[in-house]
């Protein structure tokens, strides 16, 4: 009976890690939400999440570990381990006691392997927060005082970005004026005052 249960964990967290790691390599492994349109009758919704719950951030460690792909390691592991031991020893104990070692370190390696991979992911996105104090150059008038908004390129990031601007200035911005972005109003406008 106990073989069983080995043997049908090792098969169900086979198949989902299987499934897991096709959909990683198709870039649907993370946080996504797919929409297949099959014909013009059925729409299927998936949503591939690999996060339970709030995960990250609890402060207990041991919901930052839990996630779909460390507890699918752990169960894969927990079946071929507790099916491995049970063959060559015949022991409900001893292969009990190897699967579930072998599960909980799958689960924390699987765990550091995707925290390690994290350290390396860069989204490429542009952070409006960092964006005080950058400068750029008007790109369509900035009327004075605030009555009005017109358009400044900023470069951030590397990056030339366009945004809606506002000046509190006396006097209208013409295009070709030096800016410096004073305060970030919303993701896409921004205040500037002329750099002098």
């Known amino acids: 009976m106990l073989f069983q249960i080995f043997l049908f964990c090792a098969i ?5 890690l299987l499934i ?3 959909l990683t390599l198709f870039g649907l492994g993370g946080d996504s939400d797919v929409d297949l349109d099959l014909n013009a ?15 990250h951030g609890s402060d207990f460690h041991f919901f930052r570990v839990m996630s779909l792909r460390t507890v699918v390691a752990g169960i894969t592991f927990f079946g071929l381990a507790g099916c491995g031991t049970y063959a060559g020893t015949k022991s409900n104990l001893i292969s009990s006691i190897a699967a579930v070692i072998a599960g909980t370190i799958a689960v924390y390696v699987v765990y550091r392997l995707y925290r390690w991979m994290d ?23 900035i ?11 900023v470069i951030q990031q590397n990056r030339t970005m366009e945004y809606e601007a506002v000046s509190n200035a006396k006097k209208e911005l013409a295009s070709g004026t030096q800016i410096t972005v004073v305060k970030v109003i919303s993701p896409s406008m921004v205040e500037v005052a002329e750099v002098r």
């Open 12 to 16: 169900l967290g086979g198949v989902i």
């Open 41 to 55: 009758d059925a729409d299927i919704d998936i949503d591939v999440n690999s996060e339970i719950g709030h995960a």
């Open 20 to 22: 897991q790691t096709v």
């Open 119 to 141: 350290s390396y992911r860069f989204s490429g996105n542009v952070t409006v927060e960092k964006l005080a104090g950058a400068v750029g150059t008007v790109y369509v008038r």
């Open 143 to 153: 009327p004075a005082e605030g009555k009005g908004a017109g358009k400044v390129l």
